[in-house]
């Protein structure tokens, strides 16, 4: 007598839950990512097999490049940029207007003295953030432009945090001004970014 075999059921799965789920998660990671903002100068930083991570908020950042050029990176909040812009306008005798003010708290980052900073205001968008300092901020002996600068970011938020982020290359004299700046005003703790390096244990 034959055997008789059993009906087979086709399986069927419906995905419809699990593609859903997946465009919730990839529109979540895309609303919330934030995508680092290229340096105004290219940066050839050392090597570390340090592992920290820089803070994510409250973080200001100073450029030093190859020829010992600095730029400062204010903290990311349009009202605290405004009222940092007037503190050094103060410092200095200067006035800044309203369009001057809303242009400082798009700039990417600040490489001129003060005295060439409502020029630099005054360019387009574009020009601003192609702009390349032949000078940077001044910080030697006589002329500490960008200690003043860390100096009133505090004034406007003492939790700020300081990440300074050098070229290989640069100079040691300017690098050692720098931290000397910063002793004098007592500000000892800050970031120094580098590239990963493979731990020798690994």
Do not use: C
């Amino acid at each position: 007598m034959a055997r008789v075999k059993p009906k087979r059921h086709n399986i069927r799965v419906d995905m419809t839950a699990m593609t859903d789920v997946s465009f919730l998660l990839l529109t979540f990671f895309i609303l919330t990512a934030q995508f680092a903002k290229p340096d105004v100068e290219t940066i050839k930083t050392p090597s570390s097999i340090s592992e920290k991570l820089l803070p994510d908020a409250s973080l200001m950042t100073i450029l030093s490049t190859t020829d010992g050029r600095f730029y400062f990176t204010p903290v990311e909040n349009a009202t605290e940029r405004m009222a940092l812009l007037d503190k050094m306008g103060q410092k200095y005798g200067m006035t800044f207007t309203d369009k001057e003010k809303v242009a400082f708290a798009n700039v990417q980052s600040i490489g001129v003295p003060m005295n060439q900073m409502k020029g630099f205001l005054d360019l387009s968008d574009e020009d601003r953030k192609a702009f390349k300092s032949k000078t940077g901020i001044p910080m030697d002996s006589t002329n500490k432009q960008l200690i003043d600068w860390v100096q009133q970011s505090l004034a406007v938020n003492p939790d700020y945090k300081l990440a300074i982020k050098g070229d290989v290359e640069t100079k040691y004299p300017k690098v050692k001004s720098l931290f000397e700046g910063l002793r004098d005003i007592d500000f000892l703790k800050f970031w120094l970014i580098t590239s990963q390096e493979v731990s020798p244990n690994n």
